[in-house]
T-cell receptor, first 114, second 115 residues
Framework: AQKVTQAQTEISVVEKEDVTLDCVYETRDTTYYLFWYKQPPSGELVFLIRRNSFDEQNEISGRYSWNFQKSTSSFNFTITASQVVDSAVYFCALIYNQGGKLIFGQGTELSVKP | GAGVSQSPSNKVTEKGKDVELRCDPI?????LYWYRQRLGQGLEFLIY????????KSGLPSDRFSAERTGESVSTLTIQRTQQEDSAVYLC?????????????FGPGTRLTVL
């Protein structure tokens, strides 16, 4: 079965704290693609990052970083020095080799308070 | 346009009426997807188009739901005899490439309310 689990439903932090959003996935395919999307209060889903299963390099983009570990089937997302504008629902998602649909986790609602 | 566009942005209808939701993908994107997001829940896949054929429509919840696409452009999602449980935000996405594994870019969604 193909599945994405985001165990953290809600996280609340104070501005400037670091925060890590967890994502665990299940797939039997050896080729797959992982994604993170941000959904701010406006509602539109914003693409953040894509990773394919052959590339386990961690990625850093400004205050955002991603840790992909195949050994634990995890693709965690860290925001360093969080800001109020980071408040949103964050979704982790998977496309497996067959292609087509994104399989989403349930999302983690992040609230960053000033 | 630069991004995926959807219309209308909001739709309020009465139970039993038919509705049509429209999606304009990013120019040049061959793949188009429909998802549904009920209040406070995750995103459910509905249907995937590659060109104007639908290799995967496994997510359509009932035969009241149908979708079509004209070539590699506009798609319409039709819900017949709407029910209150159809109330949700309907999101459209598009991607380039033929494998269906490329990054999907989402539109702003249509919020459907069935009274």
């Amino acid at each position: 079965a193909q599945k994405v689990t985001q165990a953290q439903t809600e996280i609340s932090v104070v501005e400037k704290e670091d925060v890590t959003l967890d994502c665990v996935y299940e797939t039997r395919d050896t080729t797959y693609y992982l994604f993170w999307y941000k959904q701010p209060p406006s509602g539109e889903l914003v693409f953040l990052i894509r990773r394919n299963s052959f590339d386990e390099q961690n990625e850093i983009s400004g205050r955002y970083s991603w840790n992909f570990q195949k050994s634990t089937s995890s693709f965690n997302f860290t925001i360093t020095a969080s800001q109020v504008v980071d408040s949103a629902v964050y979704f982790c998602a998977l496309i497996y080799n067959q292609g087509g649909k994104l399989i989403f986790g349930q999302g983690t609602e992040l609230s960053v308070k000033p | 346009g630069a991004g995926v566009s959807q219309s209308p942005s909001n739709k309020v209808t009465e139970k039993g009426k038919d509705v049509e939701l429209r999606c304009d993908p990013i120019s040049g994107h061959t793949a188009l997807y429909w998802y549904r997001q009920r209040l406070g829940q995750g995103l459910e896949f509905l249907i995937y188009f590659q060109g104007n054929s639908a290799p995967d429509k496994s997510g359509l919840p009932s035969d009241r739901f149908s979708a079509e696409r004209t070539g590699e452009s506009v798609s319409t999602l039709t819900i017949q005899r709407t029910q209150q449980e159809d109330s949700a935000v309907y999101l459209c996405a598009s991607s380039s490439g033929l494998a269906g594994t490329d990054t999907q870019y989402f539109g702003p969604g249509t919020r459907l309310t069935v009274l």
